[in-house]
């Protein structure tokens, strides 16, 4: 029988694929920058093969981004705690970016384009305010 894919793995392997999908990296470039096939960035990508500490280390610099980048949002393991380490509460994952669609990249490339940060205050609080503002009832296509 399989075992399904550590939810950490997983979130660590789609944090690469949006940073990849991001910077506009395909998977055969990254996999030739890593010396690996593209079938295996998949892998990587979709958490079915854990990325080694080193792997994750040239990624990041491939990418340009610190290998922390990866783990934001990360699921919290289950396990024991000790009552010496602070305990963070876990966190939301519906909240991160967990699956993002085309639409979610073509939004981030395109608000990343502008220099100006008065301007890209204004447009997050604009649509800061249409989400707010939208019932329950609309969905995205």
């Known amino acids: 029988m399989k075992k399904a894919p550590d939810p950490v793995d997983r979130h660590v392997g789609h944090r690469v694929r949006i940073r990849r999908l991001l910077v506009g990296v395909s998977q055969e470039k990254l996999g030739d920058a890593l010396g690996v096939t593209f079938q295996q960035i998949q892998k990587y990508e979709k958490g079915t093969?854990?990325?080694?500490?080193s792997r994750l280390r040239q990624i990041a610099?491939?990418?340009g981004v610190p290998v922390s980048f990866f783990y934001e949002g990360a699921p919290r393991q289950e396990g024991?705690?000790?009552d010496d380490l602070p305990v963070e509460?876990?966190?939301?994952?519906?909240?991160h970016d967990v699956f993002w669609t085309s639409q979610d990249l073509q939004l981030v490339r395109a608000f990343q384009r502008i220099g100006d940060?008065?301007?890209r205050r204004r447009i997050i609080?604009?649509?800061e305010a249409i989400g707010a503002s939208a019932g329950p009832s609309d969905t995205a296509e």
């Open 49 to 53: 093969n854990r990325i080694s500490a």
């Open 61 to 63: 610099d491939v990418l």
């Open 80 to 82: 024991p705690q000790t």
């Open 89 to 95: 509460p876990a966190t939301d994952l519906a909240a």
């Open 117 to 119: 940060s008065q301007l």
């Open 125 to 127: 609080n604009l649509v």
